[in-house]
């Protein structure tokens, strides 16, 4: 750390920083890659939610043209892609 700090004049760069803190960039990254983790998983909640609530206001015959539905399945869809993208990279 004092070796961080003696080549910076002001505060060493965030990125350095917490790479040092972490004890190196793996740990860095694992730490990364499960809060993307955990963010992406909580969005794919959100938006399943939301897209059973907005299914159940709807009549039956409605569902197919809702651009809210569509938005928020599309949402859920992105959400599990990423989220097993990170979970199969983590693997």
Same mark, same amino acid.
Do not use: K
């Given at each position: 750390m004092d070796?961080?700090?003696?080549?910076?004049d002001?505060?060493?760069?965030r990125?350095?920083?917490r790479?040092?803190l972490? $004890?190196g960039?793996?740990r860095h #990254?694992t730490?990364?890659?499960a809060? +993307?983790l955990r963010?992406h998983? =909580?969005? /794919? !909640?959100?938006?399943?939610?939301?897209?059973?609530r907005r299914r159940?206001?709807?009549?039956? $015959?409605?569902?197919?043209?809702? #651009?809210?539905l569509?938005r928020?399945t +599309?949402?859920?869809?992105h959400? =599990?892609? /990423? !989220?097993s993208?990170?979970?199969?990279?983590?693997?």
């Amino acid at each position: 750390m004092d070796d961080l700090e003696r080549r910076h004049d002001d505060a060493p760069p965030r990125g350095v920083l917490r790479t040092a803190l972490l $004890d190196g960039a793996d740990r860095h #990254a694992t730490l990364a890659r499960a809060a +993307a983790l955990r963010l992406h998983g =909580r969005l /794919a !909640a959100e938006a399943r939610q939301g897209a059973a609530r907005r299914r159940r206001t709807l009549p039956a $015959d409605r569902t197919a043209g809702d #651009a809210w539905l569509s938005r928020l399945t +599309a949402a859920l869809a992105h959400h =599990r892609y /990423a !989220a097993s993208l990170l979970f199969l990279a983590g693997a």
